[in-house]
Structure formats: C-alpha cells, structure tokens
C-alpha cells in the first residue's frame, strides 16, 4: 500500500502547473479563482482518492470543471451594458503585442483545452482525450490545429516592440 | 530576423513563469479558505528555538504532535498523514498561540503551558504517563520510578521510559523533567544536549 502524502507535498509539486493550465483556460482574476475551486475540491476529496492514482492527471481533470464553472458564471455575468468599449483597431502596429491570453480566446475550447493539458500539464493525448472527451486523435487534432493558429497570430510572439 | 521554429508553447501565456510569491499567496488564502471549511485536519508550521527547528501541528482539537529535526519533519509529517489524515498543510494561524508560548518559555517568562492539546497520537499506559507530566512543575524533576508509581504502575519504570520517548508533544508536555533515580539525566528523544538546555533553562 502506497501511503498518502501529506497534501501539503500536492501542492508544491502541482500547484505551479494547476496555475499555468488554470491561465490558458480562463482570464488571470478567474484563473486565480479556479486555483482555488480546484485545490479546494482537491484537498477535500483527497483522503479517498486511490493511492496509485495519477494525482497531476486528477488535479487537471477537477481544474477542468472548474474553469467550465467559472466560464458558466462569466457568461452569467455578462448582462449587456448600454456603453460597449469601442474595439481597438485591428491589425495595428500595437496588435504585435495584444495580451497573448486574448489569442488564446480566439481558440476554440476544445483546441485551448488540448493545449494546456498536452503542453502545459504534459498529459499524454489520451488522457487529454478522457478529460475533454472523443478520442486521442482527436485531441491531438485539436492541439496541433490550435497551435498552427497561435502561429499564425503571432508569428513573432514574446517580442516586445519599440515605438515605430 | 524572424525565427520560423519556434517552440509551440513560445508566447503561451501559461508559460509566463508562476511566481513563488503569486503561488505563495494563494496557497496562504487556501489555507484559510481550508480552515474555515472544516478540511484542513492538520495544520502546520515550524519555529526556530535554542534546541533547534521545531515543527509544530494541530488538529482543530488541540496541538497534537511537536518535533524536533533530529526526527525528521518530513517523515513526521508523512507520519501524521498516515495515523490522522492526509489533509495537512502549513497554516501558521492554528499554532501561532503555540509559537507565542514556547517563545515565552525559551525567554524563561512562561512556566507553564496554556494550550489545547490533542492526545490522540498515544493512548494506554502511556497516555497515562503523559498525564502525569504537567504535574511536574517547571524547574524540578521527578524519577522515571516516580512517574510510575504515580501512573498507578510502579513496577513499570521501562514502559515510563519508553513513554517519555514516545512522547508526541515535547517540551509542552514535560518528559524532559523525567531523570534517573541516581539524578543523571537519562535519555531524551531530543537529544542529550537539548534535555541539558531545557533542564538548565529551567534552573536558572
């Protein structure tokens, strides 16, 4: 029998990368939140959870619902306001460093899902797939696909540019 | 130059690198969160005193175990995850009347322990032990064949030994005041030195 270690040792070891995953889903206030939701969730059903389990695997999977609880509640949120911001134009010199979260949100769910899980939390595409559903191609599909768009978005990403 | 081969995780913004501070002060506002829920079953923390780091944890009963380095806090800590519950995470708060008090008593202002304490990693005999130590007061010393007698056992002066070893709550619960009928110091599960400190600490 595998002894359960002290929650405490969960944390350290997983929290950076509940966080990062947390961030590819949701806004930085949400992704916070979801943090929380999700360790919270996580410490009280630890003492149940099996010894063998693959704790980063189940940490991902309740991180998750959460950040689907907390897009629920965004969208609850979202009552439609009389002065809407006016749209920044596009395709400016100042898009090159748009807020890299909000190309994220111009992918579908499933794709910035597959990203996260697969590249951020390492999960192989299987286990992505029994997270976000249909098969381990298709995950694989939706995160290449997902990639290929950031690409395209940001053909130079991480630079920041000088006044021009 | 534009490079075409970046990494696929280049400008993710989860690959902004976490910080120890944002990680710290989520995990601090998830020990509380924790605690006012009713799951944090063990909180923990660590104090620097003359005999050493001490680590110091408490149920939502009481303080329940207190250990000195030479037991190895990270194997005192899986320790507690087996006998108590997994649920454990550092939460100063719960032992911050417990850090207070062994400050005062290192300072040599506090004689006498005033904290809730958890028995639950000890139980028989030796829990019987345990009960009498208090009695014990500050500055003075009894024979492993006192405690004994005085547990209702005086044939038992090994089994007292061992129940001064096995003491889950040292210092607060004064097995070091426990010496041999010839006055020599004997044993301590904190080591030779540290019994000396404490018995010199309270002499003075």
Same mark, same amino acid.
């Given at each position: 029998?595998?002894?359960?270690?002290?929650?405490?040792?969960?944390?350290?070891?997983? &929290?950076?990368?509940?966080?990062?995953?947390?961030?590819?889903?949701? &806004?930085?206030?949400?992704?916070?939140?979801?943090?929380?939701?999700?360790?919270?969730?996580? *410490?009280?059903?630890?003492?149940? *959870?099996?010894?063998?389990?693959?704790?980063?695997?189940? *940490?991902?999977?309740?991180?998750?619902?959460?950040?689907?609880?907390?897009?629920?509640?965004?969208?609850?949120?979202?009552?439609?306001?009389?002065?809407?911001?006016?749209?920044?134009?596009?395709?400016?010199? &100042?898009?090159?460093?748009?807020?890299?979260?909000?190309?994220?949100?111009?992918?579908?769910?499933?794709?910035?899902?597959?990203?996260?899980?697969?590249?951020?939390?390492?999960?192989?595409?299987?286990?992505?797939?029994?997270?976000?559903?249909?098969?381990?191609?298709?995950?694989?599909?939706?995160?290449?696909?997902?990639?290929?768009? *950031?690409?395209?978005?940001?053909?130079?990403?991480?630079?920041?540019?000088?006044?021009? | 130059?534009?490079?075409?081969?970046?990494?696929?995780?280049?400008?993710?913004?989860?690959?902004?690198?976490?910080?120890?501070?944002?990680?710290?002060?989520?995990?601090? +506002?998830?020990?509380?969160?924790?605690?006012?829920?009713?799951?944090?079953?063990?909180?923990?923390?660590?104090?620097?005193?003359?005999?050493?780091?001490?680590?110091?944890?408490?149920?939502?009963?009481?303080?329940?175990?207190?250990?000195?380095?030479?037991?190895?806090?990270?194997?005192?800590?899986?320790?507690?995850?087996?006998?108590?519950?997994?649920?454990?995470?550092?939460?100063?708060?719960?032992?911050?009347?417990?850090?207070?008090?062994?400050?005062? @008593?290192?300072?040599?202002?506090?004689?006498?322990?005033?904290?809730?304490?958890?028995?639950?990693?000890?139980?028989?005999?030796?829990?019987?032990?345990?009960?009498?130590?208090?009695?014990?007061?500050?500055?003075?010393?009894?024979?492993?064949?006192?405690?004994?007698?005085?547990?209702?056992?005086?044939? $038992?002066?090994? $089994?007292?030994?061992?129940?001064?070893?096995?003491?889950?709550?040292?210092?607060?619960?004064?097995?070091?005041?426990?010496?041999?009928?010839?006055?020599?110091?004997? +044993? @301590?599960?904190?080591?030779?030195?540290?019994?000396?400190?404490?018995?010199?600490?309270?002499?003075?």
């Amino acid at each position: 029998m595998s002894a359960k270690q002290p929650f405490e040792a969960v944390i350290a070891a997983h &929290g950076p990368v509940v966080l990062r995953v947390c961030r590819a889903l949701l &806004g930085p206030a949400d992704a916070d939140d979801a943090w929380s939701e999700t360790f919270l969730a996580a *410490l009280r059903a630890y003492p149940e *959870l099996p010894g063998d389990a693959n704790v980063e695997a189940w *940490l991902v999977t309740i991180a998750h619902r959460k950040a689907i609880d907390a897009t629920r509640a965004a969208a609850r949120r979202a009552v439609p306001v009389a002065d809407v911001p006016e749209h920044p134009s596009a395709g400016g010199p &100042g898009q090159r460093d748009l807020d890299l979260h909000s190309s994220l949100a111009t992918l579908s769910r499933k794709q910035r899902e597959a990203i996260a899980y697969h590249y951020l939390a390492g999960l192989p595409y299987a286990e992505v797939a029994a997270i976000i559903g249909g098969s381990a191609e298709a995950a694989r599909r939706s995160a290449s696909d997902g990639i290929a768009r *950031l690409r395209r978005i940001h053909p130079g990403p991480g630079r920041n540019g000088g006044p021009s | 130059m534009t490079s075409h081969n970046h990494q696929p995780l280049h400008g993710l913004p989860g690959t902004v690198p976490v910080t120890d501070t944002e990680l710290r002060a989520l995990h601090d +506002r998830l020990a509380e969160r924790a605690d006012a829920a009713g799951l944090l079953d063990v909180a923990y923390r660590t104090i620097d005193t003359p005999v050493g780091t001490l680590l110091l944890a408490a149920t939502p009963d009481g303080l329940v175990r207190v250990a000195y380095a030479s037991e190895d806090h990270d194997a005192v800590l899986a320790a507690l995850a087996a006998r108590i519950s997994p649920r454990i995470l550092a939460a100063p708060r719960r032992l911050d009347a417990t850090a207070r008090e062994l400050d005062e @008593y290192f300072a040599g202002t506090r004689h006498t322990f005033d904290l809730p304490l958890d028995l639950r990693l000890t139980a028989g005999f030796r829990r019987a032990v345990l009960r009498q130590l208090p009695g014990i007061g500050y500055g003075r010393t009894a024979s492993y064949a006192a405690i004994a007698a005085a547990a209702g056992s005086p044939r $038992a002066v090994r $089994a007292v030994g061992t129940a001064c070893a096995t003491n889950p709550l040292p210092i607060v619960v004064p097995c070091h005041r426990v010496i041999r009928s010839d006055g020599s110091p004997g +044993r @301590y599960l904190g080591g030779p030195a540290a019994k000396h400190l404490l018995l010199n600490l309270e002499a003075a």
